[in-house]
């Protein structure tokens, strides 16, 4: 069957298939595209001697001030282990800070500092600048289109999280 047949309407809807190589393709630029998305992060990030699950913390307390621990675990899909790795480095250099519980003593709420809310501003000023460039050179049916193939990828449990993150900034 030719491409042309393949991608026909068919019952008013018209399918997609892809081949595996534009597949290859497609993966080949999410890599290089991420590559670039958070270069300009890793840069700014050398500088403080941290790594991206530094900047993935920062990013997502600014987001949610006061979240706990255990949501910023749930997020980020990391160990206890793994997370207080990071936050006890940042808690450390005045980035972050943890206060227990009001109702739960057992719970650490996480804001940041003045001095960790200027390092996400930098951080996330670099990748919006970069977004906003990408975006305008697409157009708005690209961006969209994008949104949704994002939004298609994600597991069920992420998707949620996600929409979650979404509706509490409104």
């Known amino acids: 069957m030719a491409d042309a047949d393949r991608n026909a309407p068919i019952g008013g809807e018209t399918l997609l298939f892809l081949t595996d190589e534009q597949l290859r393709q497609g993966i080949e630029a999410m890599f290089f595209a991420y590559r670039g ?8 990030l050398a500088e403080y001697s941290y790594g991206r699950a530094h900047h993935r913390a920062l990013h997502f307390i600014n987001g949610a001030p006061g979240t706990t621990v255990n949501n910023l675990m749930s997020i980020l899909g ?3 282990q793994s997370l207080n790795r990071v936050l006890r480095t940042l808690i450390g250099d005045g980035l972050v800070e943890s206060r227990v519980g009001r109702s739960d003593k057992r719970e650490r709420h996480l804001t ?17 600048a970069r977004m906003r460039r990408a975006y305008r050179d697409a157009g708005p049916e690209a961006v969209s289109g994008f949104k949704r193939v994002l939004e298609a990828m994600m597991d069920p449990e992420m ?10 900034r409104g």
């Open 37 to 44: 998305f958070t270069a300009d992060p890793d840069r700014i």
């Open 78 to 80: 990391v160990t206890k």
């Open 112 to 128: 940041l500092t003045e001095k960790g809310a200027e390092l996400e501003r930098a951080l996330s000023d670099a990748q919006r």
């Open 159 to 168: 998707k949620r999280q996600y929409s979650a993150l979404r509706e509490g």
